[in-house]
């Protein structure tokens, strides 16, 4: 008696039915249910933030009655007064404000004999444009500005 031995690389001709991995497993499926997220509430309408200058009506002051005519300098300007109509050139007086008393803090505590410095250097101060006709304050070129 012979015995015929069959190669054991072979594939048994069974196929094997596809079981999910859960179940292969033995672990029962859980119910999971997934909050549904609310519509997000409605909000006002928010206003743009661009940053837009008004242009001043002529001969109408704006509030507080000063005019913020940008890059004026130090130096006096040839202009038309928004306020008076009137071609003039501003006159400039130099203020202190407090960046001058910020920077004497500062000198005092680097080099305390010269703290002084700040209240009579221009630099160091406000340069406020004024009307020579009406008074009106047309702009300020802040400190350490040129």
Known sequence: MTVKDEPTDKKPDVEEPDIPFAEALSIPP???SVAQAAPPAPTAPTAPTQST????PTGAAPSGGVYHIPNLGRQPKSLKCPN??????TDVTNQVDAFTFVFCVIIFLLFWPLFWLPFVLPPCKAAVHVC????KQLGKTPTCCG
């Open 30 to 32: 859980q119910n999971v």
């Open 53 to 56: 200058t008004t242009a001043v």
């Open 84 to 89: 008076c109509q009137q071609d003039t050139q």
């Open 132 to 135: 020579p006709k009406c008074r």
